[in-house]
Nanobody, 118 residues
Framework: QVQLVESGGGLVQAGGSLRLSCAASGSIFSPNVMGWYRQAPGKQRELVAAMTSGGNTNYADSVKGRFTISRDNAKRTVYLHLNSLKPEDTAIYYC????????????WGQGTQVTVSS
């Protein structure tokens, strides 16, 4: 059984920073793509950033230059470094992963709240 466990969300002022972590578990699970989606109230879930095991990345235009995704393949962990946060970044952030090379994976974490105050 695959589990994705996120941590690191919270409340931060505009301009501040946070780091989100997501660890994958499951004895035979070898994720190819790991990434982050977010969903704000009343909006659709959207891709924030994702990374393949080989290091290729995919970022939403709205976060380019402010957010950085990284991962530790040995630990099956992906990180999202959120800098220069804006109130519009407020959302629930979900970890996403898949053993196939697809930006929208089949496995989801439970989500972690990020709230940016103005």
């Amino acid at each position: 059984q695959v589990q994705l466990v996120e941590s690191g969300g919270g409340l931060v002022q505009a301009g501040g920073s946070l780091r989100l972590s997501c660890a994958a578990s499951g004895s035979i699970f070898s994720p190819n793509v790991m990434g982050w989606y977010r969903q704000a109230p009343g909006k659709q879930r959207e891709l924030v950033a994702a990374m393949t095991s080989g290091g290729n990345t995919n970022y939403a235009d709205s976060v380019k230059g402010r957010f950085t995704i990284s991962r530790d393949n040995a630990k099956r962990t992906v990180y999202l470094h959120l800098n220069s946060l804006k109130p519009e970044d407020t959302a629930i952030y979900y970890c996403n992963a898949d053993p196939a090379r697809t930006w929208l994976g089949r496995y989801w974490g439970q989500g972690t709240q990020v709230t940016v105050s103005s």
